[in-house]
């Protein structure tokens, strides 16, 4: 599992997966979604690629008040075990 939230991030995971060699769809990746817009649609069409690609991309907002973060936490107590 990999957290991003940048899209130099999600490129930075995409090659290493490339060049690991593994079963793509072992990785799952986790966009804590930023508040710029401008981020935001970069990282919406790099995940969009990296589905594509056969990963598993979840995208949080973490950032999307008080209670966010306890929320994308606990969304993740599962694959987190």
Known sequence: MAFVESPVQLLN???WAYAD?????????????PHDPMTRGQLRRMAELARDE???VRWEEARGGAGAPLKTIGGLRG???
Do not use: C, F, M, N
């Not at 060699?21 to 979604?33: H, R």
């Open 13 to 15: 995971v995409l090659e």
């Open 21 to 33: 060699g593994g079963d793509p769809e072992a990785l799952t990746v986790v966009v804590l979604s």
């Open 54 to 56: 056969g990963i598993a």
């Open 79 to 81: 694959p987190l075990r």
